[in-house]
């Protein structure tokens, strides 16, 4: 079928354009900026995204702030954001950027950086170096999905809209303005091409919709269902002291939550642990630990986990060797979504069962 013509999305976007702290009114956006945004919003939303994009910029204003400064550092600044590989690759490709001078404009090079994937590459080098490209995210598959009426379903029929969706690269309109066009494509899905209820009395392209036709589009696009995610079982220790300050160990620099700080604790597993069990992995030996009620639950990506809390107050925190110690407030601040849920069990927790782990550790 033919795409519908770039110069009617585009209309509409001048009218109808969201206001977003990441994108610039007029003139070419700094590909720093556009790429910070782009990977903060992976997975994350946009009202989350506006204040920590603010946020982030204040202390690392440039891409070379960014490489200057110390993983820990950029870690942390990304606490509450979630999918910390993120982070991890967005500091190794400021590294990547600063040795090289800046960034590369071209998909091809952007790709080569760490952490950059095909939809990223994109669109940074439409919004940022005006090259005419398609870029692929969740809500331009749908877009896509419904102008064609494709209804085989996602994640396999991924090639099939990407490869369709690059024809508007050979429209007159998009080669001119790219970097708005790939905007307009993400706010259509965003606003009125949404994934229920989608506003088709309002699109600028209705006429040339294959899914609005056929009156299908709102079951579209038709996507595999998901496998139930497995659960997994974590014991946690909050050890404080008479100031405040919480006992705190940082994770391995690789794999799951790679480089952040934890509430320590026993490993996540399969099976429930038992009070007794779980004090073998308490951080200190011979404390009284309250069992808190209740469990702390967060979603990952590829499983639930629950988590008990267990609490304990010394007078005075001595970290043992690997840990640290920090006041509350800035733990609070420092540790991911998940360690947080933990600080919400134990202010809300009642008096609970208290046990004790005598023995060596």
């Not at 090259?131 to 494709?150: C, F, I, K, S, Y």
Request: with cysteine.
């Amino acid at each position: 079928m033919s795409l519908p013509p770039a110069a009617a999305l585009l209309s509409w976007y001048d009218r109808h354009a969201r206001r977003l702290p990441f994108r610039v009114a007029e003139g070419r956006a700094d590909p720093y900026r556009v790429w910070l945004s782009e990977v903060m919003l992976q997975q994350t939303t946009v009202a989350a995204v506006g204040p920590r994009f603010a946020r982030f910029l204040d202390r690392f204003p440039d891409v070379g702030a960014l490489a200057a400064a110390p993983e820990a550092a950029v870690m942390e600044e990304w606490a509450g954001l979630g999918y910390y590989a993120r982070a991890r690759n967005l500091h190794a490709a400021a590294r990547a950027v600063a040795a090289r001078g800046g960034f590369p404009d071209t998909v091809e090079g952007l790709r080569a950086l760490p952490g950059i994937g095909p939809y990223t590459a994109a669109a940074i080098a439409a919004i940022a170096f005006a090259v005419p490209v398609v870029a692929m995210d969740g809500n331009v598959e749908r877009v896509l999905a419904r102008l064609t009426a494709e209804t085989r379903p996602l994640p396999g029929v991924k090639p099939r809209l990407a490869e369709a969706a690059q024809g508007f690269c050979a429209d007159p309109a998009m080669r001119a303005r790219p970097g708005d066009f790939a905007q307009a494509l993400f706010d259509l899905g965003a606003t009125l091409c949404t994934p229920r209820s989608p506003a088709c009395a309002l699109c600028p392209w209705r006429e040339h919709c294959a899914g609005w036709t056929q009156g299908i589009a709102a079951g579209l696009p038709v996507k595999t269902p998901k496998r139930a995610r497995p659960l997994r079982h974590g014991a946690h220790f909050l050890l404080t002291d008479a100031t405040g300050a919480v006992l705190l160990r940082r994770r391995p620099p690789s794999g799951l939550l790679g480089g952040m700080l934890e509430i320590p604790g026993a490993p996540w597993r399969e099976s429930a642990w038992a009070p007794a069990e779980a004090l073998a992995h308490a951080p200190l030996p011979g404390l009284r630990w309250q069992r808190l009620p209740g469990v702390a639950r967060h979603g990952f990506t590829h499983f639930e986990l629950s988590m008990i809390l267990f609490a304990a107050t010394v007078p005075r925190l001595a970290p043992p060797a690997g840990m640290e110690a920090r006041p509350l407030a800035a733990a609070a601040a420092a540790l991911p979504s998940v360690m947080r849920k933990l600080l919400a069990l134990h202010e809300s927790g009642a008096d609970g069962d208290c046990v004790t782990n005598d023995r060596e550790v």
